[in-house]
């Protein structure tokens, strides 16, 4: 079974700078997670999808960043403009519908200079 | 309390040591409780649910401690192999699920 898939791996950009990241889910995976995980912290969830619907997005700086599910399937997020403090390394997940289990993609490491 | 608190370590113990992480969390009515596993620059890997019984598979073993509002791992005879940090995640308050990750707990396990 595949399993998640993202891209880029890296990412270097400048600051203001616009990016995107792409994530393709495992195959019958209705939730789709977006998190943010900065240097010795643990993942902090930005968005999650239930097939194309957004079930939160609390803590997502929508100022800057927009993320999207369009057919229920691959999702892209997106900053615009990047900040300094937005370099992380940036994790999907798609969820098992029946045991709240997520398994990741390997991420996309971001670095704005 | 925050919603989710792990002790960041980082817990140095010899191999075949027994250790012990805890998670404390402040949603009394949470009910899907995990831990998963995160090698340095990897992505986090399930490591087990944890159920109301508790749960064991192998040399680890999860508890869920309700009244106290902590979940806990067991590691028993540590491997070198065992180095890595364990993230708990805790759902957070509301109808949906929606997952909260802990900063996570390292671990190094020396020869």
């Known amino acids: 079974e595949a399993g998640v898939a993202q891209s880029p791996r890296y990412k270097i950009i400048e600051k203001r700078q616009s990016v995107a990241f792409w994530c393709n889910p495992i195959?019958?995976?209705?939730?789709l997670y977006w998190y943010q995980q900065i240097l010795g912290q643990g993942p902090k969830l930005l968005i999650q999808?239930?097939?194309?619907?957004?079930?939160?997005d609390s803590q997502l700086p929508k100022d800057r960043f927009s993320a999207e599910r369009l057919k229920g399937v691959d999702s892209t997020l997106k900053i615009q403009p990047a900040k300094l403090e937005d370099s992380a390394v940036y994790l999907c997940?798609?969820?098992?519908?029946?045991?709240?289990?997520?398994?990741f993609g390997p991420g996309t490491r971001l670095t704005v200079l | 309390r925050k919603e989710v608190e792990q002790d960041p370590g980082p817990f140095n113990v010899p191999e075949g040591a027994t250790v012990a992480f805890n998670c404390t969390y402040s949603n009394s009515a949470s009910q899907s409780f995990f831990w998963y596993r995160q090698d340095c620059r990897k992505e986090p890997k399930l490591l087990m649910s944890?159920?109301?019984s508790g749960n064991e598979d192998g040399r680890f073993t999860a508890q869920l401690n309700r009244a106290s509002q902590y979940i806990s791992l067991l590691i028993r005879d540590s491997k070198l192999s065992d180095s890595a940090t364990y993230l708990c995640v805790v759902p957070r308050a509301g109808g949906s699920y929606i997952p909260t990750f802990g900063r996570g707990t390292s671990l190094i396990v020396h020869p």
């Open positions: 997940s798609s969820g098992d519908p029946f045991t709240d289990t997520q398994y």
């Open positions: 195959s019958g995976h209705a939730t």
């Open positions: 944890v159920y109301s």
């Open positions: 999808f239930q097939n194309n619907g957004v079930v939160d």
